[in-house]
């Protein structure tokens, strides 16, 4: 037998395409294709996009998008990678020193930056004291820009002269913002920033010296990840590199779950859409059996009749992944238009990347949910074609659910999900299609003595059920699906997202205080209250490095790029606490007994993860130099941390008494009121020590991508209502042939057409029910699962999801009516004489 040439199985292939391009099961694969493909490209568009310009915004709080720190210079190398990928640069050094005048001296926290800091962001200075501060610019040689509090402790003015080493700087202006401050955030004194170029002159860089180096990038992401890649392999034992998403924890935090929440609903569309295509890859096998036959019957093999089908699978889904690919470019575009007066000024393009990402994720959704019912056709026996009664053998129970759980890994892994929270989504809809759909066989099993003196329109209604059990509680899970993912969404993002927004209340504190000292604890708290500010409590502030685990050197314990590894290259802010802070809750061991432990060795409290990082237990004995003074604590409890709150936190809270005797100054954190800038004036003259630091742009940028995410949930619920209607209108393809025959059949025997219309509506009422029940069950299990265990959220019952089954019975009842209507429309004869 000749094999047919493989350009002529492709012309055949594809005229076949165009001739049933109008068949109804072809048209339901192509719009579930377009839905798969447009969902993951917009979203992924709107994601990347978004998710760019969030991380722009995010940048100007590190000042930079990539940062390399270190407590040594950077090597050349590490320069010259950077310059040779066409980044910018910008060098910062900060370290301690004594600044001098002549009424006296004061320890200061000086960096010195170059003309190019900051690369994101803008420095804030005033020409006074509490003056109106503009936005630019930056010490010139010779000048040096100062904190107001280093004024009042010298007796200064601007215009008048400090010493910085052996390097005389004048004063020229006040320093009131500066993007990167949170980098040193609890620093206890004074602030000085001058220019790089004189920093060797003050000589006060000395070998062994405490410096901290940050060489600052800015550029593309392509070009910072090449950079990364190119540096992180030699990276020192003292370096590190620093991005958005570390550089600030709320805002790596809100970033994160932007990008997880909007991957889920990417998932619950695409998952839409394959289940869409499955079920119309079975009708269009199923309704070219006939044909596949007839092709054996004149020559074709098996192998060249499965090509032929493959081949025409194939350009169906090209058409539609680079069709649906452009709309939701255009989609994606339409939504920024739409919303650019609330979106940042800066958005990135996006790149091919997105549109790529999402051809592939539709072309692996076509392979995995519809090549096993497409792998029938290549084994259809020639006879048919003289038997109708004669079916290929099925593909195997293993291939057709291997594939689509490829399909659905490979998906998984494009989105880059978490584990965690995809099995919470799949594991609660896999539990509740199996509990429901077993309750809905001994339902329908039930229903069938009581129809037997039912009214004809509810047995003929059922009977479609009654006779076919099996595929009727099939299609109440298909429909349920699409109930159960839009019900999902807007649960999610009902509350999820109002659960985030309560989690930053619009009175989240907006100001930070430190260096409160001692004596002015009292009053400055005082002065709070008289400005109604509502304040956290007062945190005694002492800084502190941990140098033991156990006798242990801390550094030989910890890995490199862990939090433990950053904690222990620097001072941590240590306190101490009789109760447990708001926004904690210990997770092992308990708060401090009122007698001491039996050796005499004080308790401390530490945050969980650094606890993981640096391999702590309960009872481990650390030791640390707090200003040269060794202290001792033993690990009497571990909590977690709420970071999102605003509030004052710490890793180390000591028990009291423990830190008696040293240098003490406090901190807190306070929410005033717009419109009271004369009050944060006047609290600043009155207590000159002290630093109040406005955090309001923070709070802006994290209510910002919390509202931009708002957005675009939204915006991924009509991409999860198309791929619903995919769903179901493929459905209800699935069974229209058999729904055509037998209505043809009660219309010859003398139905009417009011009565099988409502025969109709009664059974698609009933499986609207069914779904919206099983759509409750599931919303229930998946968002206890997903609050539990992905968002560690408090789960309460949502009793409003008991509307889904009355939305079920419209939705499906009106929709199965107006699908199946042709089942009502066809002529009785022809059917009959075709069958």
């Not at 991380?55 to 050349?76: C, H």
């Not at 020193?97 to 962001?121: C, E, M, T």
């Not at 941990?546 to 802010?573: C, F, M, W, Y």
Request: glycine share 10%; net charge positive.
């Amino acid at each position: 037998m000749t094999r047919m040439p493989l350009l002529r199985l492709c012309t055949l292939a594809l005229r076949q395409l165009l001739r049933d391009a109008r068949a109804s099961e072809v048209r339901v694969l192509f719009f579930a294709l377009l839905v798969a493909v447009a969902a993951s490209t917009a979203i992924g568009y709107f994601g990347a996009r978004l998710n760019g310009a969030m991380q722009l915004r995010a940048s100007e709080f590190l000042g930079a998008d990539l940062v390399l720190q270190g407590n040594s210079p950077a090597r050349a190398e590490q320069i010259e990678a950077g310059a040779t990928l066409g980044l910018r640069h910008a060098q910062v050094v900060e370290f301690t020193s004594v600044v001098g005048a002549d009424a006296g001296i004061q320890l200061s926290s000086i960096k010195a930056a170059d003309p190019a800091y900051p690369l994101r962001g803008e420095l804030r200075s005033a020409a006074a004291p509490y003056a109106e501060e503009t936005p630019g610019g930056g010490p010139a040689p010779g000048e040096a820009w100062v904190e107001p509090r280093l004024l009042v402790a010298l007796g200064l003015a601007i215009g008048d002269s400090i010493d910085v080493g052996m390097k005389t700087l004048r004063m020229t202006r006040v320093l009131t913002y500066e993007p990167d401050r949170a980098n040193n955030f609890y620093s206890l004194t004074p602030r000085v920033l001058i220019n790089l170029d004189d920093l060797q002159a003050t000589g006060v860089i000395q070998p062994g010296s405490r410096v901290t180096y940050r060489e600052l990038w800015r550029g593309e992401p392509e070009a910072l990840a090449q950079y990364r890649q190119a540096v992180d392999k030699d990276l020192a034992a003292n370096q590190r590199l620093r991005d958005t998403r570390d550089g600030n924890r709320q805002i790596g935090g809100a970033l994160g779950k932007a990008e997880r929440y909007l991957n889920m609903a990417s998932l619950v569309a695409v998952l839409l859409a394959g289940v869409a295509v499955a079920l119309s890859a079975s009708r269009y096998a199923a309704r070219r059996l006939d044909a596949s036959a007839l092709l054996r019957c004149l020559g074709l093999s098996r192998r060249e009749a499965l090509g032929l089908y493959c081949v025409q699978l194939a350009a169906l889904g090209l058409v539609a992944a680079v069709a649906g690919a452009a709309i939701g470019w255009l989609a994606q575009l339409g939504l920024f238009r739409l919303l650019h007066g609330l979106m940042p000024s800066t958005i990135p393009p996006g790149g091919i990347t997105p549109a790529l990402a999402g051809i592939a994720t539709g072309l692996v959704a076509l392979a995995g949910f519809a090549l096993p019912p497409l792998a029938a056709l290549g084994r259809v026996p020639p006879l048919r074609v003289l038997r109708r009664d004669l079916l290929p053998v099925p593909p195997s129970s293993w291939l057709v659910y291997g594939t689509a759980l490829l399909a659905l890994g490979l998906i998984m892994w494009r989105l880059s999900l978490d584990l965690l929270l995809t099995f919470a989504l799949l594991g609660g809809g896999l539990i509740a299609a199996l509990v429901l759909g077993g309750l809905l066989l001994l339902g329908l099993r039930s229903l069938r003595r009581l129809l037997v003196g039912a009214p004809l329109t509810w047995r003929l209604g059922l009977g479609q059920l009654l006779r076919h059990p099996l595929a009727a509680a099939g299609q109440a899970l298909a429909f349920g699906l699409i109930l159960l993912a839009m019900g999902l969404v807007a649960l999610l993002r009902a509350e999820l997202l109002d659960n985030w927004q309560a989690q930053l209340p619009k009175d989240a504190p907006n100001h930070f205080a430190l260096n409160i000292l001692p004596d002015d604890r009292d009053a400055f708290a005082q002065h709070l209250r008289d400005a109604n500010a509502t304040s956290a409590p007062l945190y005694p502030v002492i800084p502190g490095r941990l140098t033991h685990i156990n006798q242990e050197p801390v550094r030989q314990l910890v890995s490199k790029e862990s939090t433990g590894e950053r904690a222990v290259q620097r001072d941590l802010s240590l306190t101490w606490a009789a109760d447990l802070p708001q926004g904690n809750a210990l997770v092992a061991g308990r708060w401090w007994q009122a007698t001491p432990p039996s050796d005499d060795v004080p308790g401390v409290s530490v945050e969980s993860e650094l606890a993981a990082s640096l391999n702590l237990k309960l009872g481990d004995l650390l030791d640390f130099d707090i200003g040269g003074q060794p202290r001792q604590a033993r690990v009497s409890s571990l909590r977690t941390v709420h970071w999102d709150s605003f509030q004052p936190n710490f890793y180390m809270i000591f028990q009291p008494g423990t830190l008696q005797g040293l240098p003490t100054t406090y901190l807190t954190s306070f929410y005033l009121a717009p419109g009271h800038d004369q009050q944060v004036v006047a609290l600043s003259r009155a207590f000159p020590a002290a630093s109040i630091l406005q955090v309001d742009a923070l709070l802006a940028q994290l209510r910002s991508i919390l509202a931009q995410v708002t957005l675009a949930v939204q915006y991924v619920l009509l991409f999860v209502l198309a791929a619903g209607l995919a769903v179901l209108f493929a459905g209800l393809q699935a069974t229209l042939d058999e729904r055509i025959r037998q209505g043809a059949l009660l219309r010859a025997l003398g139905a009417g057409r009011p009565l099988l219309v409502r025969a109709r509506r009664i059974e698609f009422g009933l499986l609207g029910v069914a779904s919206g029940l099983l759509a409750a069950l599931g919303c229930e299990l998946i968002s206890w699962a997903l609050y539990r265990y992905a968002f560690d959220l408090q789960w309460s019952p949502h009793p409003w999801l008991l509307l889904l089954p009355v939305l079920g019975a419209l939705l499906i009842g009106g929709a199965g009516v107006w699908g199946t209507r042709r089942a009502l429309n066809a002529s009785p004869l022809t059917v009959l004489r075709e069958g």
